[in-house]
């Protein structure tokens, strides 16, 4: 089976909202997949659904060809859009978290990605900066080896180098074998990592294809193509 | 890069290889970089570097040598074709531009012999 993650008819209502409203979607192995909308738009959702931290309302989840539970929790690296280290800790003890935690966590990878995000172990968590919560953040899910990596908005509201950085470690990390789903506003930033994209717009897809047969179809970059469907300026 | 024309990606970085083959800043049997390193340069998916150099090696301007890499050709004929294929759009392009403007062939070619004759007397 060539398909890492497969969804069928997705529904997620809250009290008085459609989150998600009948979403399919399946995306293949090896793949970098970007689910592009605005905030409010039903990504996190989405993906908390994709992580198994909410239950969808109807519909199905496969990852990996199977339904998402403590199986396929393993199989899936998740960066959170915010963050979820303890303010007390030192990246040393992140590490040694990790370590417990998933036992898929490369320790040699993980010091090789410090070094790239010029980060070291004796830092103090609630010392660093936006942009580097950020990129010790994703340090830490990469040096899993993971069927299916999701990165909840890795790039916003970091400055300009950290932003580079991130790329670089996404690409660097890039492999035929693995996955990555990657949600996004900053289309502009990002548009050239993607080999698919999902356009989400109040919890329905509206779009969805190959990134360069779209910019081949429209004769436009996934940038013009979202202005015109969520009609930002 | 910034890739802000509304051409595919692939075909943007294509078409920057091919400039730089064509003037010569990439000289035939030089060494293209690998894909990765290539990828992580543009800041572009993998996927895309694989398949420009899968069209350029379509197109015969590159060849890749198993576990060796890809290399520019170093079939003078192709690189002469090349530069000749290049030189065409852009003029194509200028003639374009030109009627947009609303002038006629005649008076471009007036207009280019005039504009080559004062280069020349400078």
């Known amino acids: ?233 | 890069m910034e890739f802000n024309s509304n051409l595919p990606i692939y075909i943007q970085i294509m078409n920057l290889i091919k400039t730089k083959i064509a003037s010569g800043e990439l000289n035939g049997g030089d060494k293209l970089p690998s894909v990765r390193e290539f990828s992580k340069e543009m800041k572009v998916n993998p996927n895309t570097i694989q398949r420009v150099y899968q069209e350029l090696e379509r197109e015969k301007l590159v060849f890749t040598q198993r576990g060796m890499g890809t290399f520019v050709t170093e079939d003078t004929d192709i690189i002469k074709n090349l530069k000749k294929d290049r030189a065409a759009e852009l003029i194509n392009q200028f003639f374009l531009d030109m009627g947009s403007l609303g002038f006629r062939i005649d008076a471009i070619k007036k207009m280019v012999s005039e504009w080559t004759n004062k280069e020349e007397s400078i």
């Open chain 1, 1 to 233: 089976m060539s398909n890492i993650v497969e969804i069928n008819n997705l529904t997620k209502k809250y009290a008085n909202k459609t989150a998600l409203d009948n979403v399919n979607l399946n995306i293949e192995r090896g793949k970098v997949v970007g689910i592009l909308g605005p905030n409010g738009s039903g990504k996190t959702t989405l993906i908390k659904i994709l992580t198994g931290l909410l239950r969808q309302t109807s519909g199905e989840v496969l990852i990996d060809g199977n339904k998402v539970g403590v199986k396929t929790k393993s199989a899936v690296s998740y960066l959170p859009d915010r963050n979820f280290l303890y303010k007390w800790m030192r990246i040393e003890d992140a590490c040694h978290m990790y370590k417990d935690f998933y036992t898929d966590f490369d320790e040699a990878k993980f010091n090789e990605l410090l070094a790239f995000m010029n980060l070291n172990r004796s830092m103090k968590i609630d010392s660093l900066s936006k942009g580097m919560h950020e990129k010790l953040n994703l340090a830490l899910v990469l040096s899993r080896n993971a069927k299916l990596y999701i990165l909840d908005e890795p790039i916003a509201g970091v400055d300009p180098v950290a932003r580079d950085q991130i790329l670089d470690a996404i690409i660097n990390n890039y492999n035929e074998d693995s996955s990555m789903i990657i949600t996004t506003h900053l289309v502009r930033d990002m548009e050239s990592m993607f080999d698919e994209v999902v356009f989400l717009k109040d919890g329905q897809i509206v779009l969805t294809g190959n990134a360069e047969a779209l910019r081949e179809e429209k004769a436009k970059q996934i940038e013009e193509i979202y202005k015109e469907i969520f009609g930002e300026g």
